[in-house]
């Protein structure tokens, strides 16, 4: 009897992907065949993944900027057409926008799963939509337990959220060990990622100064980071102290990861990737994103997953730009909520 295959579609960034891993880590216990179609950003979390069979790589970064251009459609169209040479049984379109629908209702399934609100008009690629299911609750909008609702529309159980990743990487392994030999082993390491693309993201400046001077005696502190948040990392303090920004690919970042007892971010693809080691306390700072949607969750130990935010009428806006002119909520939370929050 041939292998069922099942396809799951996860076009954005680093963290979309993550959150998709519980859903397949259970669908190869059932002995599915798990193919991906993801994005250069997710690239990393799903190559050489153990659970995952077959990758195939749609660039959206050729779509910026590009997408009227025809070179771009026919790099487009050519893998579309990799993929469609595979019937699968079942076709998931975990990232519900515009740019996954074409992708989901070309392709060559039997059986279309989605929700029916999908945004981006993913929807019309469809041909299930799971919340016409009376079992299947929406009461949730965290991404991940939006995912593990495919879970149970097809009747398959799981007991815990378990995030398959790569093994680590020898080459990594042995360059964090000489890059952390110098810290102290009586404290515990807190890992700062404190950038963001959208700098309504960031929490506000004197509060990172703050929290710094007041846990830089107890805590060995790491930064990291892209090279773009090396300005910023300089402007709160960091560079006192062991600054990666811009030093750790994707694959390093989670060996790192796994060397960390803390990590307080403001970034969601940072928290992603620390709630999928699942090995860190992780501090999560939100400001004009949702802390309901991207908020990591321990069902077993409530106090080791923190997201804090201001609670303000305006959040979340999720807006690239605030209309005030010095936004609310990168004050919030107070430096004393962080502090408590690390316990």
Not at 133 to 149: D, F, G, H, Q, T
Not at 160 to 189: C, G, W
Not at 320 to 342: N, Q, Y
Request: proline share 3%; aromatic share 10%; net charge positive.
């Amino acid at each position: 009897m041939a292998q069922k295959r099942i396809l799951i579609i996860a076009t954005g960034n680093i963290a979309n992907t993550v959150y998709t891993l519980p859903l397949a880590c259970v669908l190869k216990g059932y002995n599915y065949c798990v193919d991906y179609v993801v994005s250069e950003k997710g690239f990393s979390v799903i190559n050489k993944n153990p659970k995952v069979d077959r990758i195939f790589l749609m660039s959206m970064e050729r779509w910026s900027g590009n997408w009227l251009k025809s070179d771009t459609w026919e790099a487009f169209f050519k893998q579309v057409n990799r993929v469609k040479m595979t019937e699968y049984d079942i076709v998931i379109d975990c990232q519900q926008d515009i740019r996954s629908l074409l992708t989901f209702a070309m392709c060559n399934g039997k059986r279309k799963l989605t929700y029916s609100d999908a945004k981006g008009f993913s929807s019309i690629g469809g041909n299930e939509f799971i919340d016409k299911n009376s079992n299947i609750k929406l009461e949730s909008k965290n991404i991940v337990e939006r995912n593990l609702n495919f879970l149970k529309y097809l009747k398959m159980e799981y007991n815990s959220i378990e995030f398959p990743l790569p093994k680590a990487d020898y080459t990594y392994v042995m360059r964090h060990n000489q890059t952390l030999e110098n810290l102290d082993e009586n404290k515990q390491t807190i890992i700062i990622s404190a950038g963001a693309r959208n700098e309504n993201k960031r929490w506000a400046t004197a509060n990172w100064r703050a929290l710094i001077d007041r846990i830089k005696d107890k805590y060995n502190l790491v930064f990291t980071g892209s090279i773009i948040d090396k300005p910023f990392v300089k402007e709160i303090g960091g560079d006192g102290y062991l600054n990666l920004c811009g030093e750790t690919r994707v694959e390093s970042f989670i060996e790192l990861l796994r060397r960390a007892d803390i990590v307080i971010t403001s970034d969601t693809e940072t928290s992603a990737l620390a709630w999928a080691v699942q090995k860190p306390k992780i501090i999560t700072l939100f400001t004009c994103s949702d802390p309901e949607k991207y908020s990591p969750i321990d069902y077993n130990d409530k106090e080791k997953y923190k997201s804090l935010y201001g609670n303000l009428d305006c959040q979340p806006c999720a807006a690239e730009a605030c209309l005030d002119m010095e936004p609310k909520c990168r004050k919030f939370p107070t430096v004393d909520d962080v502090i408590r929050a690390i316990g």
